[in-house]
């Protein structure tokens, strides 16, 4: 079974413009989560997204966003980038609906903002 | 708002030894504790997850300690190998949903 996927893997955006990731759960899960890695703040959640309703959210500003389709694949959008959202950014996907099940992890987005 | 507080940062172990990471959390409401491993240029992977319920979990070379009264909960590496050397994250998550709150991070090396 092909694991999380995550595209691009690498990219470089500039100060102001925005940038949308993608990333496509293993078959047959449905709840998607997002997570941004930095040297400085370390593992961060983003958002959760299961049939394609945001679940749980986290402390970021509204310039970061998402959405979930029916087939379950995700997207996350960031709106005028800022040089502190130079970071990895990680999509994790889980099986099951109940609480806190396993979450497998993608490759990651590394995302450079000049 | 750390809400987890793990140490140390970075770990140095001889080859054959044992490995030990400790994690302490604020959130009482927190009831799933998985252990995370990471390589780089990876995304993290599942090691090992407790709940508040046991006070040990083992799983072939890694345990997991958990002391709900104290609030934290630590890894052990046994037989401590140079393929162990990675990056180990500690999380936490309360109720229903999938937002794991992580630790700082563990750099381990070990020696061979």
């Known amino acids: 079974k092909a694991g999380v996927t995550q595209t691009p893997r690498y990219l470089i955006k500039t100060r102001g413009q925005q940038v949308t990731l993608s990333c496509s759960p293993i078959?047959?899960?449905?709840?998607v989560s997002w997570y941004q890695q930095t040297p400085g703040q370390g593992l961060q959640f983003l958002f959760e997204?299961?049939?394609?309703?945001?679940?749980n959210k986290g402390n970021f500003p509204g310039r970061f966003s998402g959405r979930q389709f029916s087939n379950s694949r995700s997207e996350m959008n960031v709106s005028t980038l800022e040089l502190g959202d130079s970071a990895l950014y990680l999509c994790?996907?889980?099986?099951?609906?109940?609480?806190?099940?396993?979450?497998?992890f993608g490759p990651g987005t590394r995302l450079l903002v000049l | 708002q750390q809400q987890v507080k793990q140490s140390p940062q970075s770990l140095i172990v001889q080859k054959g030894g044992i490995s030990i990471i400790n994690c302490a959390y604020e959130?009482?409401?927190?009831?799933?504790f998985p252990w995370y491993q990471q390589f780089p240029g990876k995304g993290p992977a599942l090691l090992i997850a407790?709940?508040?319920?046991?006070s040990e979990k083992k799983e072939g070379r890694f345990t997991i300690s958990f002391n709900k009264s104290a609030k934290q909960f630590s890894l052990h590496i046994m037989d401590s190998q140079p393929g162990d050397s990675a990056t180990y994250f500690c999380?936490?998550?309360?109720?229903?949903?999938?937002?794991?709150?992580f630790g700082g991070g563990t750099r381990l090396m070990v020696k061979p």
């Open positions: 997204y299961f049939s394609e309703t945001q679940r």
């Open positions: 999380a936490a998550a309360a109720g229903a949903g999938n937002m794991l709150t």
């Open positions: 959130n009482t409401a927190f009831d799933y």
């Open positions: 078959s047959g899960h449905r709840s």
């Open positions: 994790a996907s889980s099986f099951l609906t109940s609480n806190q099940e396993t979450q497998y």
């Open positions: 407790i709940r508040p319920d046991v």
